[in-house]
């Protein structure tokens, strides 16, 4: 075991290195020249090559991979000219590793940006993660034990429409609504959960539920198929010839089956989700690692790309080595190599 | 107490007039909705200022958005000259001293203009803002590898040389390559600083109402740290950090003594800036005024979806002339279109009504024919060549006249985005029937400016779409930034000059306008403005874009200054408590 | 006369599906006393588990519609709710499936499995519930019975699956097991430890035994007395000697002459039973076996058109044939037994 996870966690480092070489080369490889966008009007070519030398473009790429790369285990300065240290040393900017890089379009490290961005994504993310297993998992047990009735059509059919409805338009809904028109939760804005735990949480209830109706819509028809199939299994044939109470038989016997797969689906969600969901950030106004990404990427703010990138792949890559790990813990028959 | 305040303010507007030199000029009037809140305004409270556009930069020699450089000078960075406040939006407003003692004196030559600086004007530590403060602010616009960003009036009017490659010779004050050269450029003697030209400048004591030409602190100076380090001489200062895409919370500067300031009430006590929202957000906000959102007022401008519901606002948005306007340039190297007589004929058969009615309607766009906006003083409001719809009858005619084939094809360039796509091919229709065989060619936003921009795509385009506001209400940042070909075209290529027009006798006319000041430089520019549309045909303008501003119910004073920026003017806000 | 402790009385499960009613059994009556076990032979789908769920009361919140009587003791198990039933299973009736690894819990150690057998009926400690596993998995015949307590199903052997099994459904001292095809999924030398297993325990415990199979090697084995299913009904029931000795029922033929032994001669080909198992749902009229009987000349009744009735051919040996019974002693000691 402590093997295998050595040897996940090295394909992990590496497949994250070549993942932000490609975002690199990617970047480079773009149509649209970066500089222009700290340009503004008036902008002619010595300005622009100026601003291109300010934002650290003006070198080749591999270099500025190394430097990159370099900053995540030694640190950096920015800029990194010795002369400016030595005459200017107020103007310098000192990152310690492991540095992420500095954003020369929002003019701070990027590891201030991402660590006041990765509570916000995190709060959004476990908030919504709890919520959504419970009514997608309960949904489902429902569901699948009312089959063909009309408690399951009722529940299958309200998971249809969590799962077509578009996260920008139920989060806009309620933000509209509930929000700004009638007042009833306030308008979300973050307050960290150490500073005020009820306020943390109504501030952040409206993106919750705007996520757990999506996402609970896929784990209600999930569990509701595996519940289906489970209870039809012999073990639970057993397990009622035993003389084993019903909702023992269901829950003890029929769900721990059951979660096997989900909590596998599960860790995937969780992991993408810790790197920002994207459009309820947005539509909420919240900045976290999800907008981060957004306004790096319309601003074309190469370093923090890099770094969004970077630590988004990180993510799903360790959700999916401990997801692969876990499993070895949950189900018994299987031995991980 | 209410009686004192109004015999202050209307002894203050006589003064102004008496000494703010001429500046008269045409108004915008606003069109629909009212502002400003009634009532006398009350000091104290707080107000809110809702974003949905992060500021880039707060460092003023670094901010060039129009937004920023309004609450940026209206709060913390005072200049030698500003643009006073008005009393209903749209009015004109009158150039006026803000942090020198008057606007200026200019030589006779127009080359040299010398300003002195008020006493008692402190900074947020208590110390005084000397001349050399204002002398070190503008030299760090020419560190172009670390103060980006920002506007470069400064390296363009100052009398400093210029290196082969067109960059200053002078590169900033960390560098300090070529200070001598500065320091000839700009003098301090005492209070007073002297400015050099680099050649005949009467709108200079305009330009430097823009927080380029503001002062800074020499042991402030952080470089590209600096950004967001607001650092005070006005009547607020940042308490706490600025953070990027949230915000933050401006206080009371306590050395600011009002008696130094005609300009800024001042009447809140706090100024909580909430830059985390976006545009639409804010404005449900705004119209739906619950809470602490009665306290606020708009910086951006509403975005078109929420103009459907500003009716809900009533008494609390306005409709206002923006500092922009959109046009056509005619490209002199396209084959068809160094035609004088196609030229007229595209002006003659381009239908604005469409433009009007595919963006929307009056609220959001306004037909015009002048580049230079209503707002600014040398507005020659020049009258439609054809009406709103444009004859496209006679333009056919003159296409006949002109010896080129009918239909004669051209490729119409412009900037990609659902609106325009409805515009074009309304634009279309009108100069298919004049005769025209248009193909549109819609280019994406971020490349849009660069591919016109290339000396490759020369001749690729017989017209393009393009946009430009006025940088202060200067026509000279409209005329000769769009049109003269000595500082625009070069082998790099057209610059903003997009249609190559480069006529000696326009850029002699552009010299003389230069040298004028008052109400003789307003006529000048106005009139190479109507040649440039009426004369020459070199550009086609299209509509001004308007603006729509909300604010709270317990706001008053919330007037939008067109001429100066075009957003709400925070020197006579105040919030009701 | 002992006690008659299980008494079936026209038992009828029947399904209704999409397709049509399926008689899975249709008209079941049998009886078993304490201390014996009865065989129930026949094809796969001829009602043989679906009697024994039935019994078991597996069918409940099922679609299925069972009728008829199922008395143990004094209880009639198709009338007590659900509350009784579930204190009755795994207590007094017990029963063993055909594949062990998938009838257990992947998830579940063996131990804790055999543990919740007891403490869903009675109250005791952790450490006493594990004391009497551990030595429940000693007496079927489990080595190391302490470390395998801890073990999981798939870490367990075929023939120590159903030993396992066996114990789960021992443990609470049940009064009826029914076993289900137990030794279908082992190897022949397992079957035989697992039925003399099942023999002594029977022995020990003196609980009744319903033994379901198609393997009539088994039944010789462990019967008392033999049922043999067909289309749902009950074709020939009698003890166990008679029923191998004389039997009494052309399918019965067919079993017994379609089973490799080793005493017979090897040049004499297999016979098996022509035909197909009938559809439950479009059962052939008249004798369920007549489209595959050989012998259909014989019967003075249209087999395919009246349905014969169980009588009794001999004292303790009953029938459901409309061939007269002398008649059949006849083509059996002619025609069958010099091929058996």
């Known amino acids: ?337 | 107490m209410k009686k004192i305040k109004i015999v202050a303010g209307v002894a203050a507007t006589l003064a102004l007039a008496l000494t703010a030199s001429a500046c008269s000029g045409g108004t915008a009037a606003p069109t629909t909705g009212t502002s400003a809140g009634g009532g006398a305004a009350t000091a104290g409270g707080t107000l809110y200022v809702l974003s949905g556009t992060p500021a880039e930069h707060w460092d003023p020699q670094r901010t060039y958005v129009g937004l920023n450089i309004e609450f940026g000078n209206r709060m913390f960075s005072r200049t030698l000259t500003t643009f006073a406040p008005v009393a209903k939006d749209g009015e004109s407003a009158q150039l006026t001293a803000d942090a020198a003692t008057d606007t200026g004196q200019v030589s006779s030559d127009g080359k040299t203009w010398k300003f002195t600086i008020k006493d008692g004007i402190k900074w947020e530590d208590g110390k005084a803002v000397t001349c050399e403060d204002f002398k070190y602010g503008i030299s760090r616009t020419f560190a172009v590898d670390v103060i980006t960003g920002g506007p470069n009036y400064a390296i363009q009017y100052l009398d400093i040389p210029k290196n082969k490659d067109g960059s200053s010779a002078y590169a900033g004050p960390y560098k300090k390559t070529g200070q001598d050269l500065y320091d000839k450029a700009v003098t301090c003697d005492g209070n007073t600083i002297t400015f050099k030209m680099a050649k005949p400048s009467g709108d200079f004591n305009q330009a430097i109402t823009m927080t380029a030409f503001g002062a800074f602190r020499q042991d402030k100076d952080q470089g590209d740290k600096s950004n967001f380090a607001i650092f005070s001489d006005g009547p607020y200062k940042l308490d706490g950090p600025w953070t990027t895409s949230k915000g933050g919370t401006f206080v009371r500067n306590e050395n600011w003594d009002p008696k130094t300031d005609t300009i800024r009430k001042a009447y809140p006590d706090k100024i909580v800036w909430d830059e985390s929202l976006t545009q639409e957000t804010m404005y449900e906000r705004l119209i739906a005024d619950q809470g602490d959102d009665k306290n606020a007022i708009a910086s951006d401008q509403a975005p078109v979806t929420a103009l459907a519901n500003v009716a809900g606002a009533d008494g609390r948005y306005t409709v206002v002339a923006s500092p922009y306007t959109r046009y056509m340039v005619t490209n002199f190297k396209s084959k068809v279109m160094s035609n004088d007589k196609a030229r007229e004929a595209l002006a003659l058969a381009t239908d604005r009504s469409a433009y009007v009615a595919a963006a929307g309607g009056d609220q959001i766009v306004k037909a015009t024919n002048s580049l230079i906006n209503p707002a600014l003083s040398s507005f020659p409001n020049t009258p439609l060549l054809a009406g709103d719809k444009g004859d496209p009858a006679k333009a056919k005619a003159l296409l006949q006249a002109s010896g080129l084939t009918l239909p004669v094809k051209i490729n119409v360039a412009y900037r990609k985005n659902d609106t325009l796509d409805k515009v074009f091919s309304g634009l279309k229709s009108g100069w298919d029937a004049a005769g025209f065989d248009v193909q549109l060619s819609g280019i994406p936003a971020e490349q849009y400016y660069g591919t016109l921009q290339s000396p490759a795509n020369a001749t690729k385009y017989d017209a393009a779409w393009a946009g430009w506001g006025a940088d202060f209400p200067s026509a000279s940042t409209v005329i000769p930034q769009l049109l003269d070909s000595r500082s625009q075209i070069s082998a790099g290529g057209p610059g903003q000059d997009y249609g190559y027009f480069a006529n000696d006798t326009f850029n002699a006319e552009i010299d003389k306008a230069y040298a004028l000041t008052g109400a003789e430089a307003d006529k000048a520019w106005g009139q190479l403005d109507a040649d440039a549309v009426t004369k020459y045909f070199a550009v086609i303008p299209l509509i001004n874009d308007q603006f729509v501003f909300a604010h709270g119910s317990n706001v008053q004073g919330a007037i939008v200054n067109t001429t100066f920026t075009g957003y709400y003017d925070l020197a006579t806000v105040s919030v009701k408590h | ?340």
Request: with cysteine; aromatic share 10%.
């Open chain 3, 1 to 340: 006369m002992a006690d008659k402790f299980l008494r079936v009385n026209d038992l009828h499960v029947h399904f209704p599906t999409d397709d049509g009613l399926v008689k899975a059994v249709d008209g079941l009556t049998f009886d078993l006393e304490k201390g014996t076990t009865l065989g129930i032979v026949g094809e796969s789908g001829s009602g043989k588990s679906v009697t024994s769920l039935a019994i078991m009361g597996l069918h409940r919140h099922s679609r299925a519609r069972v009728t008829g009587e199922i008395w143990l003791d004094d209880v009639n198990l198709l009338e007590v709710s659900d509350e009784e039933l579930r204190s009755l299973r795994g207590r007094k009736m017990a029963m063993i499936f055909q594949d062990p690894l998938s009838a257990m819990h992947p998830y579940y150690t063996v131990g804790k499995q055999l543990t919740e057998a007891i403490t869903v009926h009675h109250k005791v400690s952790k450490a006493d519930a594990r004391r009497t596993v551990v030595d429940m998995l000693g007496r079927v015949g489990i080595p190391n019975p302490n470390r395998r307590f801890d073990q999981y199903p798939h870490e367990f052997s075929g023939g120590m699956r159903q030993r396992a099994m066996i114990a789960m459904a021992l443990i609470n001292d049940p009064e009826l097991l029914i076993a289900d095809e137990p030794t279908t999924a082992l190897d022949v030398t397992v079957q035989a430890q697992i039925l003399d297993l099942m023999r002594s325990l029977q022995d020990e415990f003196g609980s009744a035994i319903i033994m379901i199979t198609h393997d009539l090697g088994v039944v010789a084995e462990i019967a008392d007395d033999v049922l043999v299913m067909y289309g749902g009904k009950c074709v020939e029931y009698a003890e166990l000697d008679d029923a191998f000795h004389q039997p009494d029922h052309p399918y019965t033929w067919g079993l017994m002459t379609s089973m490799p032994r080793l005493d017979r001669d090897k040049q004499e080909r297999l016979v098996p039973v022509a035909g197909n198992p009938p559809s439950l749902i479009n059962v052939p009229p008249g004798c369920a076996f007549h489209p595959r009987c050989a012998f259909r000349e014989f019967s003075p009744l249209p087999c395919d058109g009246v349905v014969p009735e169980l009588l009794q051919s001999y004292p303790k040996h009953d029938s459901r044939c409309h061939i007269p019974v002398p008649k059949r002693a006849q083509l059996f000691s002619e025609q069958i037994a010099p091929r058996l």
């Open chain 1, 1 to 337: 075991m402590f093997y295998f996870a050595l040897r996940r966690l090295a394909s992990v480092v590496i497949m994250v290195f070549l993942i932000t070489a490609t975002t690199f080369a990617l970047f480079y490889a773009s149509p649209i020249d970066p500089a222009r966008y700290t340009c503004g009007k008036n902008c002619t070519p010595t300005i622009l090559e100026g601003n291109r030398i300010a934002l650290g473009y003006d070198q080749p790429v591999t270099v500025q991979y190394a430097r990159f790369v370099s900053g995540l285990f030694v640190g950096r300065d920015f800029p990194d000219n010795a002369e400016l240290r030595a005459t200017h040393p107020e103007q310098v900017v000192h990152c310690g590793a492991p540095c992420l890089g500095y954003s020369t379009t929002q003019h701070r490290p990027i590891n201030d940006m991402v660590s006041d961005a990765w509570p916000i994504s995190l709060s959004i993310a476990i908030g919504a993660f709890i919520l959504w297993m419970l009514m997608g998992i309960g949904g489902g047990i429902t569901a699948a034990l009312n089959k063909g009735r009309w408690p399951d059509r009722l529940i299958v059919g309200s998971a249809l429409v969590g799962f077509s409805l578009p996260t920008f338009f139920v989060g806009l809904v309620l933000l509209t609504f509930p929000a700004i028109k009638w007042g009833w939760v306030p308008i979300p804005n973050y307050v960290p959960f150490f500073q005020n735990p009820a306020a943390w949480a109504a501030n952040l209830i409206l993106p919750w539920i705007t996520l757990a109706f999506f996402f609970a819509a896929s784990y209600v028809r999930l569990t509701r198929a595996y519940m289906i199939e489970t209870m039809s299994e012999d073990y639970i044939r057993t397990a009622n010839a035993k003389g084993v109470a019903k909702w023992t038989v269901i829950l003890r016997h029929g769900l721990r089956s059951v979660l096997t797969p989900i909590v596998t689906a599960a860790g995937l969600d969780l992991g993408g989700l810790l790197g920002g969901a994207i459009i309820t950030e947005s539509v909420f106004s919240l900045h976290g690692l999800g907008y981060l990404a957004v306004h790096s990427v319309t601003f074309m703010d190469l370093p923090t790309i890099v770094a969004m990138v970077m630590i988004v792949s990180s993510l799903i890559v360790v959700a999916n080595m401990l997801v692969d790990i876990a499993y070895g813990f949950i189900d018994p028959r299987v031995k991980v190599a």
